[in-house]
């Protein structure tokens, strides 16, 4: 039970911070340090956080949950190669405690010896969604020497800078560094986050590198191969990310570059701006823009997207819509480490559209798939065979 | 905002919308303070407002129902914490009160709230102006960014401040601009 009076202590307290009163008595030293912190710019920087919370996708999570609509999708035609007509053959639905799966998060907490003691104990958290690998083989980083270092120990000291390692996540930091420019290969079946000296976040899809310099002057730029998605820190200072056909060049951004061998070029941007440069053409993006090149001779063309479905990757999500099975199939292989084989040419030409969670075993995924009655596999070891599900 | 309330209420889908957008982040912001995680932060705001969804409850009026949040929430990351550090020493004196540090933290948490609400009030071009801004962008830069000329970011700046001097009592404090 609250009294009434309880109730309005707080807009109370911030009429008297925004009257004129010089606040006097109880309490009143306190609304002053408010008043004056408030009054010196921390408004800025704390509304500046409040932009990293998602309020859109947190608004949903939350209409999915309240209307008890946590499923999964995926429904499948037949492309053109095959003679039936069918169209939509299956919807389905998961129960909800698979979906939930992905929110889930895991805790490590470390004591601080303040002890000082604000009311609360404070307490440092690092917390990281746990996306399991499907590989035992370690990132490597390679030097401009050529030399090659697994990178399976908790710290590494190289020629001047420092690799700090966790389960999901790679940072580097600058020491007395020499400007060189080394590499960071995530193999198949892995993929982790990379914090840059400069503060960038990177995330690394499978079968990735990253190429950087261990120092950021004025000058900062990476090159990729495989799939990144950025978050670039603002320093006043360009950053640049070049890839097999053209460079991206922005401010301080977040956007997802997919630059696999054989696949088009595709740069997507969630804000801010960012220009994307091939030797013949220079085009401008806006969020939700995508720009993609099939290959170097090619004109790049944009398009609008939904980004969040080419950044769902670094949440643990497979997402695919209107693909062909063999496209789809590219992408576990590199994401469960899997080499897929086809008995049946004809499948390869299937059309899909879904979204799965990839904390889930090759298996499962496989297994969603194949509820659609024409559609079988086998699994040995790595080596998956699919084929068409012959009449019982 | 009172009729707002009324359907918050109702459990109106719009009006919950509407929750969100003013109050979700600084909650998060509030929780984050003493749970130190942006994940768990999130987490606990959104078990917050799921509760208060299925929850038979009447808010009087806004006071009411921002009284309620930050102390829902304040609540339940103090529950969490203990969860997690289950040996801990149970560092306030009685459970879920706001000892004057907490009450610092909260009425800060929601003078930057009600300018936050404010903002995301404003018509689009003037709400990316000021958000830009409070980014530490230069005028130049965001007539780079929105692709506007440095006099029309001027004179959008200048119409939106004005707007928010107007709709929050916090006037005499917009000098952060």
Redesign the interface.
Known sequence: M?TEQ??????D???Q??S?DDLAGD?GE??R???E???H????R????????D?GR??Q???G??RGRHHLRIWRYVGAGAAAAAAILCVFMLPSSLWEGK?H?K?V?Q?TGDSA???????????R?TIPSYSNSVPQLILPSGRVLPLSQSNLQVDGFQIRMSQNSISVDEGRALDQTVQIFIPRGRQYQVTLSDGTNVWLNSETTLTFPTHFARNRSVAITGQAYFEVT?TGYPFSVTCSRGTVKV?GTSFDVCDYKGESTRITLVN??ITYATPSSTCQLHPGEQVSQSDASAEPTITSVDPRRFMAWKDGLIYFQDELLEDVMHRIERIYNVNIHYKDPALRQLMFTGECSRYHHVEDFLKLLSLTEDFGYEIHGNDITLKIKQPE | MEEVVDGINRKE?RA??ML??QF???L??YSEQ???????A??I??ET??NI?YKDIHF?DS??L???L?KAVFNNT?TR?RK??PH??P??GEYGIW??????V???E???R???AA?QQLPQRRREVI?L????KSLY?IS??LRMAISTVKKTKACAIKELRKTT?????L???
């Open positions: 609250r309880e109730k309005d202590i707080i807009s307290a911030i009429d911070i925004t004129d309490g306190m609304l340090r408010v008043r912190e408030y009054l710019g921390d408004a800025s704390r509304l500046h956080h409040y932009e990293r919370y309020t947190a608004y999570r939350f209409v949950r309240i929110y998060s805790m907490y004591q003691g604000p009311a609360l104990q404070r307490s440092s958290a690092v917390v969604h603002h401010l801010g701006s | 889908e919950w919308r969100f957008t979700y982040a600084p998060c912001s003493y749970i130190m995680s942006h994940e768990e999130e987490d705001v959104q407002l799921l969804w009087d006071r009411h921002t009284y309620y930050y103090l914490l997690s550090q801990a020493n560092v306030n000892e004057e540090e907490d009450f610092e909260t009425i800060r929601e003078m930057h009600r300018l936050w903002i958000m801004t409070i980014e530490g830069q780079q960014e009592n916090l006037s005499p404090l000098l952060l601009f």
